[in-house]
């Protein structure tokens, strides 16, 4: 791209400038000796067409909905329209999280996306002893399709999309969710959404497994095949980078690990039959924004390259829908601080503006008051108007990847993928993510990245505005806060007991027994079975408790 000629003149230019710069420093020395991205990648003083000069336009970025995607997955990206704005949202029972869904949607958010509670995301019932102090704490409880039904009551699912945030027991909430499309007149083929369904993150960083990795793998093969068929505009998975960021990695470590997980994906999927041709489209994934906003922007477009570039090459798929990189975005929840919460709404915006600046298909801002409490409404509408002010008045989205060109984002762009690579090079070369799992590799990896960053904090290194430096003596002030009233637990203990005394016990006794054998039959895929199990108003613990008995139980192999 650049003329070799005069890319020597800069260079001898730069020698140049660079002596002028050694003598003004003995006036006015820098901050500090090092300057670093939030990934340790060192920083130089400034970024000359030198520095990508091996960069060939139509190779390394393309133009923008064309492989390698690097400048976005759609040819006009935000001029034809805007990303889908969400808002994760779920607490206490399904009528209140119902009241939360209708309010934002009246605030103009154009997507729902679904937080559970613990006790769910786990696989218990309400009135599970498991569930004791957990129910409705940090999501909407659902033990039932009668939860779900109330849940979604009065939205129109052929209209909105649902993401939803639950993994080992992906399979039995998305049958609910079909179910309830079902009764509203609604067929499968109409529904766009997406579910997690990440099970490799969380036997990495989140911790909300269930089953051994054989099993939950097959869950999720399960879901790829049957969305093809009959649920085609369904994001079957959202391979999340999001929640191995919240446990303490670096950009780097989020993108490799995050596409070595998806790459075990595509090969289970592949070894069961499917074409990545086809499941590929489907595909999508889920990536943290944090505050080193130039850094962020730069991971965002090479992960989309080297996604495409993983998916021709190793894979061979040839659908270039099969190859693009669509991705969800949530700002940093483990940057929000609770001294100073307003502060929070900055770093919000930062990290939100860099996502779209990054190309995201879709985004959470975070409430400035989570480091508190559950958001409240006027948290979760000031952190929705922060998307809107970005769509509308920020000019940022009238024109395509409009950082591209510049030789640091380029630059860095390029040394993200590299690290990245070699990343995913060691984990081939282990045997795959699996094994890296096993090993616990990962798993160190990210708690090393985690203890580095916080010494950073502790001596001052790395500073948190309002926590280790400019902090303020802050008063008890009466802030709204967010609680789950305690009788909650009561309430949903007392649905579900009605609900089972006064369904079809022996139809909920004959479905779980079909999925029983189903189970134990490798070669079913099990998704029918769950829908039928749901209609049957089994609850999620019983579907749960079937699968348990056939596939076991993960034990965690603790990392120190």
């Not at 999340?240 to 075990?264: K, N």
Request: charged share 25%.
């Amino acid at each position: 791209m650049f003329d070799p000629e005069r890319l020597k003149a800069i260079e001898a230019e730069k020698e140049k400038w660079d002596q002028r710069v050694q003598k003004s420093l003995q006036k006015a020395p820098e901050r500090k000796e090092h300057f670093t991205t939030g990934s340790g990648i060192p920083v130089e003083r400034v970024y000359l067409p030198n520095h990508v000069k091996d960069l060939d336009y139509m190779r390394d970025l393309g133009m923008p909905g064309e492989y390698p995607f690097t400048r976005g997955v759609q040819n006009t990206m935000y001029r034809g329209r805007f990303w889908t704005m969400r808002q994760y949202a779920g607490f206490a029972t399904a009528e209140e999280s119902n009241r939360r869904y209708r309010y934002l949607l009246e605030q103009g958010q154009t997507g729902l996306s679904v937080a559970f509670d613990l006790p769910t995301q786990i696989g218990y019932d309400s009135d599970h002893p498991m569930a004791r102090g957990e129910v409705g704490k940090v999501g909407v409880a659902i033990d039932s399709l009668k939860d779900m039904e109330i849940l979604f009551d009065g939205i129109p699912l052929d209209k909105v999309s649902t993401s939803m945030t639950i993994n080992a027991p992906a399979a039995i909430l998305w049958a609910m969710y079909i179910a309830v499309a079902e009764k509203q007149g609604v067929k499968p083929e109409e529904l766009s959404g997406t579910i997690q369904n990440d099970i490799l993150k969380e036997y990495i960083a989140r911790g909300t497994y269930i089953f051994p990795p054989k099993p939950s793998m097959r869950l999720i093969t399960d879901i790829f095949e049957f969305g093809s068929q009959h649920v085609p505009k369904w994001n079957t998975i959202s391979i999340s980078g999001y929640h191995i960021r919240e446990a303490g990695s670096t950009a780097v470590q989020e993108v490799a690990f995050t596409l070595a997980d998806a790459i075990a994906y595509v090969e289970a999927a592949i070894k069961k039959g499917l074409d990545p041709n086809v499941f590929g489209e489907r595909l999508s994934f889920f990536f943290n924004a944090h505050n080193d906003f130039l850094e962020e922007i730069a991971k965002f477009r090479a992960a989309r390259r080297l996604w495409a570039k993983i998916m021709k090459e190793r894979f061979k798929v040839t659908n270039p829908r099969a190859m693009m990189l669509r991705f969800h975005t949530q700002t940093g929840g483990s940057t929000l601080t609770a001294q100073q919460p307003e502060n929070n709404i900055i770093r919000v915006t930062i990290q939100a503006l860099a996502a779209v600046l990054g190309g995201t298909q879709s985004l959470h801002t975070n409430s400035y008051d989570e480091a508190l409490c559950l958001p409240t409404e006027e948290s979760v509408r000031i952190a929705l108007r922060t998307q809107q002010i970005i769509a509308y008045e920020s000019g940022v989205t009238e024109t395509i990847d409009p950082l591209a060109g510049s030789y640091y984002i380029e630059w860095l762009t390029n040394e993200i993928e590299r690290q990245a690579e070699e990343y995913i090079r060691k984990i081939d070369e282990m045997g795959g993510m699996l094994v890296a799992i096993e090993k616990g590799y990962v798993q160190q990896e990210i708690q090393d990245s985690a203890y580095q960053y916080q010494k950073k904090v502790e001596n001052g290194e790395a500073v948190v505005v309002g926590v280790n430096k400019f902090q303020i003596k802050e008063e008890n002030v009466n802030r709204k806060i967010l609680k789950v009233d305690p009788a909650v637990e009561e309430l949903q203990r007392k649905k579900l007991k009605e609900l089972k005394e006064q369904r079809d016990n022996l139809r909920v006794k004959a479905v779980l027994e079909d999925l029983r054998k189903a189970a134990m039959d490798e070669s079913v895929n099990l998704m029918p079975y769950f829908i039928e199990a749901v209609k049957a108003y089994a609850t999620e613990g019983e579907i749960c408790g079937v699968l348990r008995e056939v596939f076991g139980e993960y034990v965690e192999n603790v990392v120190l």
